[in-house]
């Protein structure tokens, strides 16, 4: 059967860093608090006129740069986010314009930090099937609007960014999805405005309840997407989990069992920056070549929902 594989990654962060002095002064704690809570040490967060498209956008165009390829070539467009203002049109016919790509298929995906995940298996199925032959799928995300500066448990963590892939026709790359949610923990992660038409919503999440079941519910399903793709955990490349803080990321190399693998832990220089992060770290770790070409990677994101998805994709 046909597949598919990624043959690039890019990616955008906003031009304002804030350090966590910055915040530790608004906030009245300190950068060792915040280190120690959630190993973030900085952010990026965008300007007040920048939209999650426009991070998009920019994201997209370094992933056509890196792969060669003319955005006429690309057939769908895949964004996914949970932070955009604008219902319609939506961010990938956005992109598409901008890009200049032609009549693709275009759809945004709501699956908050596990949506570059599903988005990535959207655009391999939709290969597999004859509907598209070349896809450029991104995660992007500007929580920044969304959270209380007032609430240290939250506004610490979080950092707004954009990555992208191109993903086109080949015979492999991409390892098939384990995907899935635990909808009765739905309420330990929200965004949900006041009422019909008041914005902005305010982010909220119960932290240690997520940390609990990240930590425990959610390895076993990694290493099913390793069995999947017929790797062995110690055989991993790189694990690139979704960026949420380091004790997770840490915790799940671990429990996955991957001894031998480049463990990314942007959130450090980052943030958690939700439907962005997992691209986002791996596409810093091929950009400065700490994985080496064709080694197998595992992808694995989890949050709101509560939701979960992991691949293993080759590393391009």
Sequence with gaps: MTGSTAVSFGHYQPART????????????SDAWIRDRVGVHSRRIAAPGESV???ATAAAEAALRRSGRRAADVDLVLVATCTAFDRMPNVACRVAERLGITAPGAFDLSAACSGFSYALAAADHAIRAGAATRAIVVGADKMSDFLDWTDRSTCVIFGDAAAAAVVERAPAGIGPVVWGSDPAKGRCITLEAAGPGVLPAVFRQEGQAVFRWATTALAPIARQA??????EP??????????ANVRIIE??????GATGAVIATDV???????AASIPLALSKLIERREIAV????????????LT????VISCP
């Design 294 to 305: 064709g080694a197998p990677v595992l992808l694995f994101g989890f949050g709101a929902g």
């Design 268 to 274: 450090a220089e980052s943030g958690n920056t939700s």
């Design 53 to 55: 498209a426009d991070m």
């Design 226 to 231: 390793c069995r999947r793709a017929g790797v």
């Design 18 to 29: 804030v350090t966590n002095d910055e915040l530790a002064d608004r906030l009245g704690t």
């Design 234 to 243: 110690a055989d991993l490349g790189g694990v690139v989990t979704h960026q």
């Design 251 to 256: 915790a799940l190399a671990r429990k996955i």
């Design 308 to 311: 979960y998805a992991g691949q």
